[in-house]
């Protein structure tokens, strides 16, 4: 989760801005979207527009790989999540020098049958690189694939997460470590202050991640 210093907050709100400048994140408390669980949400993100800005892109390349050397140390394998994370984790590996490979979504249903994809060998130490993180169910299934290649898991890192209390739960009970650039409440305090939402928006999208499964209902 984000640290509470200074410098953390700067960087979460700097994000949001820059998720917020290029729709990567929208916010519609009036109009709800409705996602594929059936929830009613406020906010609709989609993290991979990001990656055709090149300086966004760039400024989030390089606080991944501030993130990975100040909090988790030294890795051997940098692994993305499909889709979001794998070209972000390309990005980071390319950077870091180190090799790079992905989690499918799915095994794959001819060939091989493989979940994950290159070259990954036993005892390496490895961070996760996601874009998103919601309940963190596809994050963690992701962390069971390496794990079960008998590698250690050092972390995963995400650009942003909705901060729900059952994201923090289930990276808990995994053992696993989940860092994010930004959250959803420097997202909704960087809106307010860029006018993308009125304060009276504010109460509701709070509301929203107390309870997203009954809001809106």
Request: hydrophobic residues 40%; proline residues 3%; charged residues 25%.
């Amino acid at each position: 989760m984000q640290a509470e210093d200074k410098n953390t907050n700067e960087i979460a709100l700097q994000v949001a801005k820059l998720l917020l400048k290029v729709k990567a994140v929208k916010l519609q408390p009036n109009n709800p979207f409705t996602w594929a669980s059936g929830w009613k949400s406020p906010i609709y993100c989609d993290n991979r527009l990001t990656l055709s800005y090149p300086q966004i892109r760039t400024y989030i390349r390089q606080e991944f790989v501030k993130l990975i050397q100040e909090e988790i140390g030294d890795v051997d394998l940098i692994v993305g999540v499909a889709t979001g994370g794998i070209a972000q984790g390309a990005l980071v590996a390319q950077d870091m020098g180190l090799p790079f490979a992905y989690v499918r979504s799915s095994e794959k249903a001819h060939g091989m049958t493989n979940l994950v994809e290159g070259v990954v060998e036993s005892g390496q130490r490895v961070v996760i690189i996601e874009d998103l993180i919601s309940t963190g169910g596809s994050s963690l299934k992701a962390v069971e694939a390496i794990r079960a290649l008998n590698c250690e898991v050092k972390g995963l890192v995400a650009i942003f997460s909705y901060d729900f209390d059952i994201a923090k739960e289930n990276f808990k009970k995994a053992k696993c470590k989940m860092l994010t650039l930004s959250d959803y409440n420097a997202l909704t305090e960087q809106a307010f202050a860029d006018e993308f939402i009125l304060e009276k928006d504010l109460e509701s999208l709070k509301k929203w991640r107390k309870d997203p499964e009954n809001w809106g209902k």
